[in-house]
């Protein structure tokens, strides 16, 4: 071994260079891991990904350490981690983000400000919760300013965070879902200039519109579309079962029409593609409203800038078509949030490197392993 | 609520946890470098100490066979003194052995005394400082050589060995005794005579002297 190379491994640093900390999400079907490090050039790359899915639900597997440990351990053995850093976010019902405003002339400090602000808006005292939050506009003295604020349980922290000490995980830091996007879309920006995007990340049973200028976080807010939403209203109109609707839109998607890679696509799968499309509009008009109503809160918070881009991203996003079917909708650029992997390359790892589901499931994971790793100016 | 900047991020860890278990792991850190060092610490202790105890016993051991062996060189000694001791006591006791015997000294003195005219009472035979007692009346019942029971007392100082005999008697008179006496000094055998004492005593029809007399006798043994 050289030197050098034994200097690295002394320090606990790859070779390539320092490894940052593991991001860990628990998504609602899979435990997501992500590492990245900095190679000799100084460039962000993958060290190790791994998505492994649970036995049962989610909230067994928070409620067992005998649960979650071995899973853990799997996971780690799968691929190269190094370390036991974690930066985690607790699941999505476990937090709640808002955006509030807030007078600080009469308070010690902003943070004073925001607690006498959440007061009022939490049931029981402060002391049952852990509130953090991120500044967004901070006037003058006497103006109103912004907040975006994250308050979780803190019965439900402590549990969290017990369960991963216990599981031997130093937890580096517990954040919020929306702050790993950002994280992941400012470094994506970084390649492209300072922008403002809007993020929408469909889940299951939710959405969520995260809304960034520059590398601020500006907005967080939840949305009640979710992709089970679209398959549940699938089923019932077209009456088929839920296994075959999602055959059909892995299928051919909602905009077979425009997609370049279904050129030869039978009439009947041109047509399965606009029934769903059909069925599905009033859901997305409801949905485009809210997007819209977002877009309009960030003009006015940027002051008239434009929202460059929308990036979307989560189940919805994995369907075909769906980025076209939105930007004719919205009239602004909806993109794919490119995959993890796009953007950070594989590395030296690409032996050990698979992607074993959708390219979108190691986002907020990949999100959480930057922290550290790129700053946040 | 954490402090948080523009630049901040957010972070859910309350700070009491986070102290909590950085002072922890702080603390895991410290007795992860103290613990095996006061175990390497201990260890050592320990084995200094066996070592320390182990040559403590050797000293210990050899001071022992020193003891031992200056307990014996003083036994040697002792015994090399009481060797010596006997030794000289055995020539001296040759020397002893080699003078006059008392029955040659009796008949000796006996030559020298005029017929009739001197007489003894007692007498005492020494030779060198060792008593030699005889009967008083029986002259050859041969005689005893008595070693001091205390010889260290006198190993060191040289032995004046003396052949006498103390003689208690009676002559007719001062003339006669001035006889024997000029007889004595006549036997080659005797060294000297000295006259201690003279008492004239008085009887009904006669007058005779007392006297005690010391007789030193010449013999091979007569040095020191």
């Given at each position: 071994m050289q030197l050098g190379a034994m200097m690295h491994k002394l320090r606990g640093v790859s070779p390539g260079g320092a490894q940052g900390p593991i991001g860990l999400e628990l998504g609602r079907d899979q435990i997501h891991l992500a590492q990245l490090q900095r190679d000799a050039h100084g460039e962000v790359q993958f060290r190790a990904q791994a998505s492994l899915p649970y036995s049962g639900t989610r909230e067994e597997l928070l409620s067992s350490q005998r649960r979650f440990k071995p899973l853990l351990k799997r996971a780690l053995s799968s691929a190269p981690f190094t370390g036991r850093r974690v930066v985690t976010c607790l699941p999505p019902g476990d937090t709640r983000i808002m955006s509030i405003t807030y007078d600080a002339s009469g308070a010690r400090d902003d943070g004073a400000a925001v607690l006498q602000v959440m007061r009022s808006r939490l049931e029981g005292t402060l002391e049952d919760y852990v509130i953090d939050y991120l500044p967004v506009r901070s006037g003058?003295?006497?103006?109103?300013?912004?907040?975006?604020?994250?308050?979780?349980?803190?019965?439900?922290?402590?549990?969290?965070?017990?369960?991963?000490?216990?599981?031997?995980?130093?937890?580096?830091?517990?954040?919020?879902?929306?702050?790993?996007?950002?994280?992941?879309?400012?470094?994506?920006?970084?390649?492209?200039?300072?922008?403002?995007?809007?993020?929408?990340?469909?889940?299951?049973?939710?959405?969520?519109?995260?809304?960034?200028?520059?590398?601020?976080?500006?907005?967080?807010?939840?949305?009640?579309?979710?992709?089970?939403?679209?398959?549940?209203?699938?089923?019932?109109?077209?009456?088929?079962?839920?296994?075959?609707?999602?055959?059909?839109?892995?299928?051919?998607?909602?905009?077979?029409?425009?997609?370049?890679?279904?050129?030869?696509?039978?009439?009947?799968?041109?047509?399965?593609?606009?029934?769903?499309?059909?069925?599905?509009?009033?859901?997305?008009?409801?949905?485009?409203?809210?997007?819209?109503?977002?877009?309009?809160?960030?003009?006015?918070?940027?002051?008239?800038?434009?929202v460059h881009r929308l990036y979307l991203m989560g189940g919805f996003a994995d369907w075909r078509g769906s980025d076209r079917v939105l930007r004719r909708m919205i009239d602004i650029p909806v993109e794919k949030l490119p995959s993890p992997q796009e953007i950070f390359g594989t590395g030296i790892n690409d032996s050990g490197f698979s992607i074993r589901n959708g390219a979108s499931n190691l986002v907020i994971a990949t999100g959480l392993a930057l922290r550290g790793i790129v700053t946040n100016e | 609520m954490n402090d948080n900047t523009l630049t901040a991020e957010i972070d859910l860890v309350p700070n009491d946890y986070r102290t909590h278990f950085a002072k922890v792991r702080i603390l895991k850190r410290y007795a992860s470098i103290l613990i095996p060092l006061?175990?390497?610490?201990?260890?050592?202790?320990?084995?200094?100490?066996?070592?320390?105890?182990?040559?403590?016993?050797?000293?210990?051991?050899?001071?022992?066979?020193?003891?031992?062996?200056?307990?014996?060189?003083?036994?040697?000694?002792?015994?090399?003194?009481?060797?010596?001791?006997?030794?000289?006591?055995?020539?001296?006791?040759?020397?002893?052995?080699?003078?006059?015997?008392?029955?040659?000294?009796?008949?000796?003195?006996?030559?020298?005394?005029?017929?009739?005219?001197?007489?003894?009472?007692?007498?005492?035979?020494?030779?060198?400082?060792?008593?030699?007692?005889?009967?008083?009346?029986?002259?050859?019942?041969?005689?005893?050589?008595?070693?001091?029971?205390?010889?260290?007392?006198?190993?060191?100082?040289?032995?004046?060995?003396?052949?006498?005999?103390?003689?208690?008697?009676?002559?007719?008179?001062?003339?006669?005794?001035?006889?024997?006496?000029?007889?004595?000094?006549?036997?080659?055998?005797?060294?000297?005579?000295?006259?201690?004492?003279?008492?004239?005593?008085?009887?009904?029809?006669?007058?005779?002297?007392?006297?005690?007399?010391?007789?030193?006798?010449?013999?091979?043994?007569?040095?020191?």
């Open positions: 003058s003295k006497g103006e109103q300013r912004l907040a975006v604020v994250a308050v979780a349980r803190r019965e439900k922290v402590i549990r969290l965070l017990e369960l991963f000490r216990r599981s031997g995980l130093e937890v580096e830091a517990l954040e919020i879902g929306p702050a790993a996007i950002k994280r992941l879309v400012s470094a994506l920006s970084t390649k492209r200039g300072p922008e403002n995007v809007l993020i929408i990340n469909c889940g299951h049973s939710h959405s969520y519109l995260t809304m960034l200028s520059g590398r601020r976080l500006l907005l967080d807010q939840q949305l009640s579309f979710g992709e089970q939403q679209l398959i549940d209203r699938l089923c019932s109109e077209l009456d088929m079962s839920e296994e075959a609707v999602r055959m059909a839109v892995h299928r051919v998607g909602i905009d077979a029409k425009f997609d370049p890679e279904l050129t030869d696509l039978s009439n009947t799968g041109l047509e399965t593609s606009q029934v769903i499309l059909d069925v599905l509009k009033p859901n997305l008009l409801a949905f485009v409203d809210e997007i819209k109503r977002a877009l309009r809160y960030v003009t006015y918070e940027t002051r008239g800038e434009p | 006061l175990l390497v610490g201990g260890l050592l202790y320990t084995a200094l100490r066996y070592y320390t105890w182990d040559l403590e016993r050797e000293v210990e051991a050899l001071q022992q066979r020193t003891l031992v062996s200056s307990q014996q060189r003083d036994q040697i000694t002792n015994l090399r003194k009481v060797a010596d001791e006997f030794q000289r006591q055995l020539t001296m006791l040759g020397r002893l052995r080699s003078g006059g015997q008392a029955l040659d000294m009796f008949t000796t003195i006996d030559r020298a005394i005029p017929p009739g005219d001197v007489w003894f009472r007692t007498w005492t035979f020494r030779r060198a400082g060792f008593v030699i007692k005889g009967d008083t009346s029986e002259v050859n019942r041969g005689y005893f050589v008595v070693i001091p029971a205390n010889s260290e007392a006198s190993s060191s100082e040289p032995w004046q060995i003396e052949t006498h005999m103390d003689i208690k008697g009676q002559a007719r008179d001062h003339s006669t005794l001035s006889t024997f006496v000029q007889k004595l000094f006549d036997q080659p055998q005797i060294q000297d005579v000295r006259v201690v004492n003279t008492a004239r005593r008085s009887y009904e029809n006669t007058n005779i002297i007392d006297f005690d007399m010391r007789i030193v006798v010449r013999s091979a043994a007569g040095g020191s």
